[in-house]
């Protein structure tokens, strides 16, 4: 500003400068009213920038001088510098926590009478997969039957995630077994398993499945679905290689005595599996039973004595049945052979008495009789020895130990030292212990050298013996010998060729 000044004579000129000293009347004022800041990460690290705001003053010194201060709304996620307003995060960020924040900021300078100015920042989050992938059970159990169709649903399982954001999917673990894969399968959208081969209990009769849940984040979760196969009666009893077939016993085993066990197995479970055994034929006259041991054996015991003589062969059909409501079966033949003991003696054809006249001086060898034996054993215990016991004191006669043949030795027998031979003959099995008939022994062998007629007493006893034993009658053969083969007892008489009869 200029000024003059003037008087008579002249005027003076001057300027005059007037200070105006600033009062602090003015509010800061900031460049905006709302500040965004759209999609902030919610991954956003502790001390990420996130906006700047900024106001002014128009006053001068301290009433220009401007600080910034979050009034509200940043529920302790931000922080602003005072002095730049910057706004900067001091926490985790969470975007399904919290989406969105709305903050106010004040600015105030900093001289009375503090002037405030203010402003809104508005911040949203950007969600990102950062949130587990969770199932909604810890794990998944199931039940079905074995054998039901091919795209039966098992179960369904499913999980979920605070994200979000993308559609979940389903896989089985990679380390799942080509088994497992080939018998089930899982929507990868929906979580449902179903049957995709034929289910067999009896290859396996549990699964345990590994699930893998995944939305493309980095946090999967992986599930155990549980699957247990229910038996169905689908298989029938198998006999073992290790059953008896074949058997033999003796035949005085005692009643009670197991002679044979068969095993059977069937690969059902519970009642399916459990078998029980029956004697379904060949068992005659009872003389076996069969009882069944842990529903997996079958043994076999005599019922009933044996006798080889009367049956020495039993082919027993064994039938293994299962217990299901519609039972299996299979059968299996064994054959009980009955060994034979020495329980027989030897049995003596014509028992009574044996009639013989023969020659004086016949020569040696010469046969007299034959004594015939049968024993109702096998083996050994049928074989039989012939002895004179008694009666050949002077070695006149010997008899073939297997054939039962009587004939003279070298020396032939002398009527006129002995007219009449009675020869006892015994006749033993080759058993153990050996067995004779129940009398041990012939009741007699009567051998009369021809040359003499025989007293008539004893012709009538002679032929009081041969009528006990049914015989018919008389012929001659060329030997000079006269064979009376009657009913049991044949009997031998030497016939005298100088008396024509005896």
Do not use: W
């Amino acid at each position: 500003m200029s000024v003059q000044a003037t008087d008579a004579d002249e005027g003076v000129n001057g300027k005059v400068i007037i200070y105006v000293e600033d009062v602090n009347d003015e509010k800061p004022v900031f460049t905006q009213q709302q500040y965004n800041r759209l999609g902030l990460r919610e991954t956003a690290g502790i001390g990420t920038s996130v906006i700047v705001v900024r106001a002014t003053d128009r006053d001068t010194g301290d009433g220009g001088i401007v600080t910034y201060m979050i009034l509200s709304g940043s529920e302790r996620k931000f922080a602003i510098d005072e002095s730049t307003g910057l706004i900067t995060t001091v926490n985790y960020l969470d975007y399904e926590t919290k989406t969105s924040y709305f903050m106010n900021i004040s600015a105030t300078d900093q001289a009375p009478p503090y002037n405030r100015g203010y402003c809104t920042v508005y911040i949203t989050l950007l969600n990102e997969l950062d949130e587990p992938v969770q199932f909604t059970n810890v794990s998944y159990e199931a039940t079905i039957m074995e054998n039901i169709p091919t795209g039966t649903e098992v179960v369904q399982i499913q999980a979920q995630s605070a994200d979000n954001m993308n559609l979940i999917t389903y896989r089985f673990d990679p380390d799942t077994s080509a088994h497992t894969l080939s018998l089930f399968q899982i929507n990868r959208v929906t979580g449902v398993i179903t049957v995709r081969g034929q289910i067999d209990r009896e290859k396996g009769d549990y699964y345990l499945i590994t699930v893998i849940a995944d939305d493309g984040g980095p946090n999967k979760d992986s599930t155990v679905v549980i699957i247990t196969i229910e038996d169905e009666n689908d298989n029938s009893p198998v006999f073992d290689a290790t059953s008896d077939s074949s058997v033999e016993i003796p035949e005085d085993a005692a009643v009670g005595k197991r002679v044979a066990v068969v095993f059977a197995h069937d690969l059902d479970a519970g009642k399916n599996g459990m078998v029980n055994f029956t004697i379904l034929s060949g068992n005659i006259n009872k003389t076996f039973r069969i009882s069944t041991a842990n529903s997996s054996r079958g043994e076999i015991y005599l019922a009933r004595r044996l006798d080889r003589e009367q049956i020495d062969r039993y082919v027993l059909t064994i039938q293994a049945l299962d217990n299901g409501s519609r039972p299996r079966r299979i059968n299996h033949v064994l054959t009980i052979t009955a060994i034979d003991v020495n329980d027989n003696a030897p049995v003596i054809a014509n028992a009574g008495s044996y009639n013989i006249s023969i020659y004086e001086n016949v020569g040696g060898g010469t046969s007299v009789t034959r004594v015939r034996a049968t024993d109702a054993d096998t083996g050994l215990n049928a074989v039989l020895y012939y002895y004179i016991t008694h009666g050949n004191e002077d070695l006149t006669f010997r008899i073939d130990r297997l054939s039962g043949e009587i004939v003279t030795r070298p020396s032939p027998p002398d009527r006129e030292r002995q007219a009449f031979y009675k020869l006892t003959v015994t006749v033993e099995d080759d058993g153990t212990p050996s067995l004779s008939p129940r009398t041990d022994r012939l009741r007699g062998l009567y051998a009369h050298t021809a040359g003499t007629k025989q007293p008539k007493a004893h012709r009538e006893k002679d032929l009081s013996d041969l009528a006990s034993g049914d015989c018919r009658g008389l012929r001659r053969l060329k030997s000079g010998f006269r064979v009376e083969p009657g009913g049991n007892c044949p009997s031998l008489e030497a016939a005298n060729s100088h008396e024509g009869t005896v």
